[in-house]
């Protein structure tokens, strides 16, 4: 065979494995900082999302993890009542709804929660649901790193969400773990199917 032949092979081999290549790259690229489809696993944001419900979390703007560096490109923006993917205990992924912002004022009473001294008003739930939220003193706390432990009345610092289950009862949130920085936060619900 001719160096010329050869040369000939060897670019046509790449002119059909880079388009493939490309393809997987731009798939890669796309799940690490645009977007990514999730199942949903437990009961703690019952009844808005259900075991086994399938959603779309957009992560443009939060950081990315990719092995032990994370990356991040702009800060995302969060309001109240946006649902998030975040890391939860021991970096286990978890979906939890964002109740207070920095610099709320949060106070646990009587079962619920207050911000700002008000209630929530959390028109996402069905009509009926109970969102009792008991009293930090009644559930067991969780040392993790990064975390800002947290009492029953406070106030949350710059850079720090308070996040809880739509579940109050069966959820594992801010009230076993503490507020949650931004940098723990990996993106918000965009699509629910």
């Known amino acids: 065979m001719k160096n010329s032949e050869k040369k000939s092979k060897i670019r046509q081999t790449i002119l059909k494995v880079f388009p493939i290549f490309l393809s997987l790259f731009t798939i890669l690229l796309m799940r690490i900082f645009l977007f990514q489809i999730y199942f949903i696993s437990g009961y703690s944001m ?3 999302y259900k075991e086994g419900d399938l959603i779309l979390v957009t992560k443009w703007g939060f950081p990315a993890r990719i092995g032990k560096w994370e990356v991040s490109f702009l800060e995302g923006r969060v309001s ?3 649902v998030l993917v ?5 970096e286990e ?12 004022y ?3 009473e009587n079962d619920r929660i207050l911000i700002n001294d008000g209630p929530l ?5 069905k009509p009926g649901f109970k969102t009792i939220a008991p009293s930090l003193s009644m559930i067991p706390m969780t040392a993790v790193k ?5 009492g029953d009345v406070g106030r949350i610092p710059p850079g720090y969400f308070l996040v809880l289950g739509d579940n109050r009862e069966y959820s594992t949130d801010s009230r076993n773990y ?6 723990k936060l990996r993106g918000k619900v965009w699509l629910f199917l």
């Open 46 to 48: 019952s009844p808005s």
């Open 80 to 82: 109240r009542f946006d």
């Open 86 to 90: 975040l890391d939860g205990i021991e």
């Open 93 to 104: 992924l978890s979906l939890k709804r964002v109740v207070g912002l920095p610099g709320d």
């Open 106 to 108: 949060f106070r646990f």
């Open 121 to 125: 008003q959390e028109t996402f739930l």
């Open 146 to 150: 990064g975390n800002v432990p947290i």
């Open 178 to 183: 503490g507020l949650i920085p931004f940098q």
